[in-house]
């Protein structure tokens, strides 16, 4: 008895060390990919951004505003630079209009054409004027952990669902183990080729959810520095009027 009493102290011992130096057990994809949605996606959103587009010669930062309401419904206004200001998108479904005041013309683009850069950064209209629920669009398995920017992160690997045609046949996720904030992401084509890559840089804590406050975006398909996402100001959740979506937006 006494040597079975000792095996079993040698077990607990050997279980409480493997889980101290992080080999813990990795959850359930399906589970942790809910998490991240939850404090990632919202039904609606509002918000105030600015990126800075590093071009191969110069760089530049334009600012703008930001409504959102799933994958269909987007709004976007730029505040700055006054070259800028005033131009405005529209999305609805997988159609999009782009105002300029400049010209005081409004100009209709849609399917793939979505996929297009926004401004010459490395992010596409789908980029910024979409917050899907990434659960509801891929299947996701765990393939490991590792560490980034000192966060302990499980590795995520999503793929689409049949039937389901994203911007990204598949994903790989770097998820903070404690946040379940994604913190470093690379974004396929069916055929496996690697579209686009995200790192955040800086995190921080708005209405109670973790946001990646800075993050650089870069299109493996362009040969700069990337586009460098700052969220100065979010909400979740807000009430959204209708007309917010509509083309008669574009002119007011």
């Known amino acids: 008895m006494r040597g079975v009493g000792m095996a079993v ?12 130096s992080g080999q813990a057990q990795a959850p359930p994809a399906a589970w942790l990919l ?7 996606s919202s ?4 918000s105030v951004w600015e990126m800075t587009i590093h071009g191969r010669r ?11 309401e799933g994958i269909d419904r987007g709004f976007t206004e730029f505040l700055d630079p006054p070259r800028d200001a005033g131009t405005k998108m529209l999305k609805l479904g997988d159609q999009l209009w782009t105002y300029s ?7 209709q683009i849609a399917g793939h054409m979505l996929r297009q850069s926004v401004m010459g950064s490395d992010m596409s209209y789908e980029d910024l004027m979409e917050d899907p629920r990434l659960q509801s669009v891929y299947d996701a398995r765990v393939t490991g952990e590792e560490v980034f920017l000192e966060r302990p992160c499980w590795v995520l690997e999503l793929t ?5 045609t994203p911007a990204y046949h598949s994903r790989k996720a770097w998820v903070d183990k404690e ?5 470093k992401e690379e974004r396929f084509a069916t055929s496996g080729r690697l579209l686009k890559s995200t790192e955040v840089v800086e995190v921080g804590r708005m209405h109670g959810r973790w946001v990646a406050e800075r993050a650089v975006f870069r299109d493996a398909l362009k040969k700069d520095a990337g586009t460098e996402f700052v969220v100065g100001a979010v909400e979740f959740d807000p009430a959204i009027p209708d007309h917010v979506f509509s083309q008669a937006s574009l002119r007011r």
């Open 9 to 20: 102290v040698l077990g607990l011992i050997g279980a409480w060390l493997a889980g101290a």
């Open 34 to 40: 809910e998490k991240v949605d939850e404090n990632q």
């Open 43 to 46: 039904r609606t959103r509002i």
């Open 58 to 68: 110069s760089s530049r930062t334009v600012k703008a505003k930001s409504w959102v």
């Open 101 to 107: 005041p400049s010209t005081d013309r409004t100009i």
């Open 160 to 164: 689409a669902r049949d039937g389901k």
């Open 179 to 183: 946040r379940f904030l994604v913190l």
